[in-house]
């Protein structure tokens, strides 16, 4: 039994363009993070407010950003998978 590729690889012409999609999105995210982690070094009694459903805001948040990544995720893949078809021909890369 060979282990070869299962699909033959070619030339990715939307590589450029979804490594500058990720680091966008990464540097998003890594913005809401900060602004999540200064008021939790300075404002430790506002993080401990109870929001929703008995839990407090630092929980709600850190959730929120979870979700936040998950999101991002779908993002990304769905416009790579876009440019990939429209900068590569509709063939498979």
């Known amino acids: 039994m060979l282990h070869?590729?299962?699909?033959?690889?070619?030339?990715?012409?939307?590589?450029?363009?979804?490594?500058?999609?990720?680091?966008?999105?990464?540097?998003?995210?890594v913005f809401i993070c900060i602004v999540f982690v200064l008021p939790s070094l300075f404002f430790i009694d506002t993080l401990g407010m109870i929001v929703i459903g008995g839990l407090n805001l630092a929980v709600v948040y850190g959730f929120g950003l979870i979700l936040l990544a998950i999101v991002m995720g779908f993002?990304?893949?769905?416009?790579?998978?876009?440019?990939?078809?429209?900068?590569?021909?509709?063939r498979e890369v």
């Not at 993002?75 to 509709?90: D, K």
Request: aromatic share 8%; hydrophobic share 40%; charged share 20%.
């Open 4 to 29: 070869e590729p299962a699909v033959e690889l070619g030339a990715d012409h939307a590589s450029k363009r979804k490594t500058r999609l990720g680091l966008i999105l990464f540097l998003v995210y």
């Open 75 to 90: 993002i990304y893949s769905l416009v790579c998978t876009h440019m990939e078809e429209q900068m590569n021909g509709g």
